[in-house]
């Protein structure tokens, strides 16, 4: 009980935190602890660290992610992870963690960002804590208004670990090589579908947009052996469906485990030879103890091609391996360097908030009644020039589109569901058609887009200043240029 009153009491602690923060016009926090006007880096370390978080079998915590699942988990099919990665430039540390679990509640933001800041020295500015959207797992305390006190308890579990996980990466750092690159993966498709009966609503729609980038950042030893892999990828982890009470890591959990099982080089598990030369496992690259953190894009509206029903998990490793072979061919084509500069800095953004009346969903008229402003958490991490330009809530891709148009760098991630819960982040247009995403989603039109994208794209500005702005110069030029043709 003292765990349950305790976490109550600090829940409550940082909702009056949350409040006090919100009269406030612009928000950054840290600032003093890590100035952007430190020396510009020097040699990167790194180190990473996974922690199992599989709850025990028979505890049957509720499960989130689908309101028709009224009963606890009743088995484990495959065992979910918080994985972690260190990096440190000598004067900065930043930490990437990554949940297998629907998302990270505000309230649980607040208590592991301060417990990570205090017991690991790593302040939240230089945080990235992000879910991967795991829908076949338990639900953290909080989630969706989630009050179960054996939830309460588990969320604990997965902050320790969470704190475990940072300390253990960060007494492994090591002098490294970091690089990205970008390959493509047809696993996602845009699921706002329009019918006559429903209007729109979730379903299959090849085409609505979608971003069919897969994103990895390499972190590598000196010799060349990978320490860590960061994955990111534009869909939800929901293979499996409301049927399903099994705990598994889902798509995400499959793709972390095939790019891991894959660097350990066992001959059993080995690419065939005819699987292509960028898939064939190099000895220098095996390892043991590989960390391939999967994160999720804006992926507010999309699924995988294919949803499985009941308990048949068939579809998710082999999507999950689609995704982890891509990851591997891209990981492999990436060149490194040893120089690290880590920046980090967040802002709380403020958007007018509004929802549905209550009745049935979908229907096919709407109204909308007053609600509570939603507050959104940006961050941005920076090593060298890559961003890792984090939102706390399921971005709607073409959010995604127009910051890779605005930004004034080259080289983004965007890791969504980190840092808090904000519910789904539709684009402006998006909100024309009532789909599941704008139906449940906390926010009025016509902020959030703008708050996004404008947030982050200061945030890389205050980073790099005018250098930012060549860069971007620099790459119109370059794109404008593919257009056109080459000049004569
Ligand atoms: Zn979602």
Same mark, same amino acid.
Request: glycine share 10%; charged share 20%.
């Given at each position: 009980?003292?765990?349950?009153?305790?976490?109550?009491?600090?829940?409550?602690?940082?909702?009056?935190?949350?409040?006090?923060?919100?009269?406030?016009?612009?928000?950054?926090?840290?600032?003093?602890?890590?100035?952007?006007?430190?020396?510009? &880096?020097?040699?990167?370390?790194?180190?990473?660290?996974?922690?199992? +978080?599989?709850?025990?079998?028979?505890?049957?915590?509720?499960?989130?992610?689908?309101?028709? *699942?009224?009963?606890? /988990?009743?088995?484990?099919?495959?065992?979910?992870?918080?994985?972690?990665?260190?990096?440190?430039?000598?004067?900065?540390?930043?930490?990437?963690?990554?949940?297998?679990?629907?998302?990270?509640?505000?309230?649980?933001?607040? %208590?592991?960002?301060?417990?990570? @800041?205090?017991?690991? &020295?790593?302040? @939240?500015?230089?945080?990235?804590?992000?879910?991967?959207?795991?829908?076949?797992?338990?639900?953290?305390?909080?989630?969706?208004?989630?009050?179960?006190?054996?939830?309460?308890?588990? %969320?604990?579990?997965?902050?320790?670990?969470?704190?475990?996980?940072?300390?253990?990466?960060?007494?492994?750092?090591?002098?490294?090589?970091?690089?990205?690159?970008?390959?493509?993966?047809?696993?996602? !498709?845009?699921?706002?579908?329009?019918?006559?009966?429903?209007?729109?609503?979730?379903?299959?729609?090849?085409?609505?947009?979608?971003?069919?980038?897969?994103?990895?950042?390499? /972190?590598?030893?000196?010799?060349?052996?990978?320490?860590?892999?960061?994955?990111?990828?534009?869909?939800?982890?929901?293979?499996?469906?409301?049927?399903?009470?099994?705990?598994?890591?889902?798509?995400?959990?499959?793709?972390?485990?095939?790019?891991?099982?894959?660097?350990?080089?066992?001959?059993?598990?080995?690419?065939?030879?005819?699987?292509?030369?960028?898939?064939? #496992?190099?000895?220098?690259?095996?390892?043991? =103890?590989?960390?391939?953190?999967?994160?999720?894009?804006?992926?507010?509206?999309? =699924?995988?091609?294919?949803?499985? *029903?009941?308990?048949? /998990?068939?579809?998710?490793?082999?999507?999950?391996? +689609?995704? &982890?072979?891509?990851? !591997?061919? !891209?990981?492999?084509? +990436?060149?490194?360097?040893?120089?690290?500069?880590?920046?980090?800095?967040?802002?709380?953004? %403020?958007?007018? $908030?509004?929802?549905?009346?209550?009745?049935?969903?979908?229907?096919?008229?709407?109204?909308?009644?007053?609600?509570?402003? #939603?507050?959104?958490?940006?961050?941005?991490?920076?090593?060298?020039?890559?961003?890792?330009?984090?939102?706390?809530?399921?971005?709607?891709?073409?959010?995604?589109?127009?910051?890779?148009?605005?930004?004034?760098? =080259?080289?983004?991630?965007?890791? %969504?569901?980190? =840092?808090?819960?904000?519910?789904?982040?539709?684009?402006?247009?998006? /909100?024309?058609? !009532?789909?599941?995403?704008?139906?449940?989603? *906390?926010?009025?039109?016509?902020?959030?887009?703008?708050? +996004? #994208?404008?947030?982050?794209?200061?945030?890389?500005?205050? *980073?790099? $200043?005018?250098?930012?702005? &060549?860069?971007?110069?620099?790459?119109?030029?370059?794109?404008?240029?593919?257009?056109?043709?080459?000049?004569?």
């Amino acid at each position: 009980m003292s765990i349950l009153s305790s976490r109550a009491s600090s829940i409550r602690a940082s909702f009056l935190l949350n409040m006090a923060l919100l009269f406030a016009p612009s928000l950054f926090f840290g600032a003093e602890l890590q100035p952007a006007q430190a020396a510009e &880096g020097g040699a990167l370390q790194a180190g990473a660290a996974k922690i199992d +978080i599989t709850p025990a079998s028979d505890a049957a915590l509720p499960m989130s992610g689908y309101a028709s *699942r009224k009963e606890g /988990f009743q088995g484990i099919h495959d065992h979910i992870y918080a994985r972690a990665v260190v990096l440190s430039d000598g004067a900065r540390t930043a930490a990437i963690v990554a949940w297998e679990l629907i998302g990270v509640p505000d309230g649980v933001w607040e %208590t592991v960002s301060q417990r990570v @800041a205090k017991e690991t &020295g790593i302040p @939240a500015e230089y945080l990235v804590l992000a879910a991967v959207h795991d829908h076949s797992a338990p639900a953290p305390f909080g989630m969706y208004g989630n009050d179960s006190p054996k939830s309460a308890v588990y %969320t604990k579990q997965v902050e320790d670990a969470t704190v475990e996980a940072i300390r253990k990466a960060k007494q492994s750092l090591q002098p490294a090589k970091i690089g990205t690159g970008t390959g493509k993966a047809y696993v996602n !498709v845009n699921r706002r579908e329009y019918s006559s009966e429903d209007g729109w609503w979730l379903g299959y729609n090849d085409k609505g947009p979608s971003d069919k980038t897969l994103a990895v950042i390499r /972190f590598d030893a000196l010799a060349g052996k990978p320490i860590a892999l960061l994955i990111n990828y534009a869909v939800h982890a929901v293979v499996m469906g409301g049927e399903n009470y099994q705990v598994s890591g889902d798509l995400a959990g499959a793709t972390s485990r095939y790019v891991e099982n894959y660097y350990r080089g066992s001959p059993e598990d080995a690419p065939r030879s005819d699987a292509g030369r960028a898939l064939q #496992v190099r000895p220098e690259e095996t390892s043991e =103890n590989v960390v391939a953190l999967w994160t999720s894009g804006a992926a507010g509206d999309q =699924n995988p091609v294919s949803l499985a *029903r009941g308990s048949d /998990f068939s579809m998710v490793d082999t999507l999950g391996k +689609i995704l &982890g072979e891509e990851a !591997v061919r !891209v990981a492999g084509a +990436i060149h490194t360097t040893e120089h690290g500069h880590i920046w980090g800095k967040q802002q709380l953004v %403020t958007c007018p $908030g509004r929802k549905v009346e209550p009745g049935p969903l979908p229907r096919k008229e709407y109204k909308w009644e007053e609600s509570d402003a #939603v507050h959104i958490r940006l961050g941005l991490l920076t090593i060298n020039d890559i961003a890792l330009a984090g939102v706390s809530g399921e971005v709607l891709t073409m959010i995604q589109e127009r910051l890779k148009k605005e930004s004034p760098l =080259n080289r983004i991630v965007m890791v %969504t569901h980190a =840092n808090g819960s904000s519910g789904y982040l539709p684009d402006d247009a998006a /909100f024309g058609q !009532v789909s599941y995403e704008i139906a449940t989603s *906390r926010l009025k039109p016509g902020c959030a887009e703008s708050a +996004i #994208v404008n947030g982050l794209v200061n945030l890389m500005k205050e *980073r790099f $200043g005018e250098k930012a702005e &060549g860069r971007r110069q620099k790459r119109t030029r370059q794109s404008a240029e593919g257009v056109c043709g080459k000049k004569s």
